[in-house]
C-alpha cells in the first residue's frame, strides 16, 4: 500500500527559501542598462593613451608572442622568454590582438570586455543575494562608477581577469547554494526522512563543477587566485551544512560531509585540469622554456609524465621568483594602505599641451573613487556586525571573499616584505561593493520588529535619502576624477587640485 508523500511544513519550507527561477523581466532590464552605461565607460577611447602604458610593456607583447609561437618569446635572443605568470590572461588578450590588431584597442579590447561582464554578474549576484532590484542596480552602478575598476578594464594588465572569474566562482557556488536548498525542499516534499538517510539521492552539483571550471580560470591567470581556495571550500562546506539543519538533519555538520567533501575534491581536480589545459601552447611545442628541462640535463623523459615534471620545475623557479621579489618600486605600497587609498599607482604620465593652458598635465591614475573606497571600511564594520548578531549568511559569505582576497597579502608584507602593489586588491573588490550595498540596504530596510506603523516608515525614507545622496556623491566624485582615468589632459593646477593627499597620489 502506498502512502501519501510528507509535506515539508512552512517552516522548514521558509528556512529552505531560495529566489524563485521566474524570468524577471524587469531585472534583467536594470542589469541590461547598467552594463551598457559600464560598456560604454570601459570602451570609450580605448585607445588612448597611445603606446604602452605601465605594465602593458609585458602583457600585450607576450600576448601577441602567443599568437606567433604558442609560447611567450624573446625576440632578441630568438628563443623561448622566460615568464612567471600563467598563459590564460594573455591569450585573452591575445584573443583581441587577432581581432583588432597589434594596437592599443587591440591589446585593451578583453579587458575591457572582462570589465564589463564584472558589472553584469555583479548585478545578477547581488540581485540573488540581496532580492532587491534597488540594491541589485546599486551594486552595479557602484561598480561601473569605480575609477579603480575602470582604469584596470581600459588597460591590458592581468588582474581584471583574476578578478572576474572569481567572481564567476563565487556567483557558480551562490547557484549550487540555492539548488542544494531546493533539492532538499523537493525531496522532503516527495517524502523523504533525512532521520533515516541525511543525504540527497541522485543529486549532481553541476554549479559547484562550474565554479571548479571559473577558479581553475582564475589560477590560469595568476596563482593568486589560490588564496580563495580554502575560503571558498570552506564557504561550501558551510552552506550545505546549514541546508541540512534547515531540512532536519541531526548532525549537520557531519552528515553528508564525505559527499561534500568528495564533490569539492571533483571540483578542484577540474580546477586542475582547467589550468593545465591553460598551457596547452606550452605542452604542444617544444620551445617553451624550461620545455625539455629534463632531456636537456640527461635525465628521462617519459611521455606526459616528462612535460609535467618539467612543468613543476617551471613552477618551481617562478615561486621562487615571486617569493624573493623585494626589489623597491616607486609605486609599491602596503596592504593596509589599499582600502584608504594611500598609494595608488601612476600607469600613464604626459606633462605635454593640448589642454588651451601654459602649463598641462594628463595622467591615468590607478586610484578608486574616493568616496567609494573610503565607505569599504565601515561597510566592513557593518557587515561584521551582521554576521555575528544576526548570523546571515550573506555577511559571512562576503566577509570571507574580502578576507580571502586581502588577508594572504597581508601576511607576505609582514612575512618577507615582498613588492607589492594597490592592484592586487582587485579580486576583493566585487565583495567590498558588495558589502557596500549591503549596508546601504540596511541603512534603507530597518529590521523587523523593531519598529512600527509610521516608525518604520519614516526610517525607510530617511534611510532611502541617505542610501541616494551616497550613490549620488559616489557619482559626482566619479565624474570629477574621471580625466585622471583616462589620461585626459588638464590644466596643471585642475589636475594638481584633484590629488587629494598630495605626495602620496603623485
Not at 552539483?205 to 591567470?221: K, N, Q, S
Not at 548570523?391 to 570571507?400: F, G, K, Q, V
Not at 613588492?419 to 530596510?445: D, K, N, S
Amino acid at each position: 500500500m502506498m502512502t501519501a508523500p510528507l509535506r515539508t511544513d512552512d517552516p522548514v519550507r521558509r528556512r529552505l527559501a531560495t529566489p524563485g527561477r521566474r524570468f524577471d523581466t524587469h531585472s534583467w532590464l536594470i542589469t541590461a542598462l547598467i552594463t551598457v552605461i559600464a560598456g560604454i565607460l570601459r570602451f570609450a577611447g580605448l585607445e588612448n593613451p597611445k603606446g604602452l602604458v605601465f605594465d602593458e610593456v609585458y602583457y600585450p607583447t607576450d600576448a601577441w608572442d602567443l599568437l606567433q609561437h604558442g609560447v611567450e618569446w624573446d625576440e632578441k635572443s630568438n628563443s623561448a622568454a622566460y615568464v612567471v605568470h600563467p598563459p590564460l590572461g594573455k591569450w585573452l588578450i591575445a584573443f583581441g590582438e587577432y581581432f583588432f590588431g597589434n594596437n592599443e584597442f587591440g591589446w585593451r579590447f578583453s579587458t575591457a570586455v572582462a570589465g564589463t561582464l564584472m558589472v553584469l554578474i555583479l548585478i545578477r549576484v547581488a540581485y540573488r543575494m540581496f532580492g532587491s532590484l534597488v540594491l541589485a542596480g546599486a551594486a552595479g552602478l557602484l561598480m561601473a562608477l569605480d575609477g579603480f575598476q575602470l582604469v584596470l578594464s581600459r588597460t591590458s594588465l592581468l588582474d581584471i581577469f583574476v578578478a572576474l572569474f572569481i567572481l564567476m566562482s563565487f556567483a557558480a557556488m551562490l547557484l549550487d547554494r540555492d539548488h542544494y536548498r531546493r533539492s532538499w525542499q523537493r525531496a522532503l516534499d516527495d517524502g523523504y526522512d533525512p532521520d533515516k538517510t541525511p543525504h540527497l539521492p541522485r543529486f549532481v552539483p553541476w554549479w559547484l563543477l562550474v565554479a571548479g571550471i571559473t577558479f581553475g580560470m582564475a589560477c590560469g591567470v595568476k596563482w593568486s587566485a589560490l588564496f580563495f581556495a580554502p575560503f571558498l571550500a570552506a564557504l561550501v562546506l558551510v552552506w550545505r551544512s546549514q541546508a541540512r539543519r534547515s531540512a532536519g538533519v541531526h548532525g549537520p555538520v557531519v552528515a553528508g560531509i564525505l559527499g561534500d567533501l568528495g564533490w569539492l575534491i571533483l571540483s578542484f581536480g577540474i580546477a586542475i585540469l582547467v589550468y593545465l589545459a591553460c598551457w596547452t601552447g606550452w605542452f604542444v611545442t617544444d620551445d617553451g622554456w624550461f620545455r625539455h628541462y629534463r632531456a636537456d640535463n640527461g635525465w628521462s623523459e617519459p611521455p606526459v609524465a616528462g612535460a609535467l615534471l618539467n612543468l613543476a620545475h617551471y613552477h618551481s623557479e617562478a615561486f621562487n621568483f615571486h617569493t624573493g621579489l623585494t626589489e623597491k618600486h616607486t609605486y609599491q605600497s602596503w596592504p593596509w594602505q589599499w582600502l584608504l587609498l594611500g598609494r595608488p599607482v601612476a600607469f600613464y604620465w604626459n606633462p605635454g599641451g593640448g589642454c588651451g593652458a601654459p602649463s598641462c598635465a594628463a595622467e591615468v591614475l590607478l586610484l578608486g573613487t574616493p568616496v567609494l573606497w573610503w565607505s569599504f571600511i565601515p561597510a566592513l564594520g557593518v557587515l561584521t556586525w551582521f554576521g555575528v548578531t544576526r548570523r546571515d549568511w550573506r555577511a559571512y559569505a562576503l566577509m570571507t571573499g574580502v578576507v580571502a582576497g586581502l588577508l594572504p597579502w597581508f601576511w607576505y608584507a609582514v612575512q618577507d616584505g615582498r613588492t607589492m602593489f594597490a592592484f592586487y586588491t582587485m579580486p576583493a573588490l566585487p565583495f567590498l561593493i558588495l558589502a557596500v550595498t549591503y549596508a546601504l540596504g540596511a541603512i534603507m530596510t530597518p529590521p523587523a520588529g523593531m519598529l512600527t506603523g509610521d516608525e518604520r516608515s519614516d526610517r525607510q525614507i530617511v534611510g532611502t535619502v541617505v542610501a541616494g545622496t551616497f550613490m549620488a556623491l559616489v557619482a559626482l566624485c566619479f565624474a570629477y576624477f574621471y580625466p585622471v582615468f583616462v589620461g585626459t589632459s588638464l590644466p596643471y593646477e585642475d589636475w594638481s587640485t584633484r590629488m587629494w593627499l598630495g605626495g602620496r597620489w603623485i
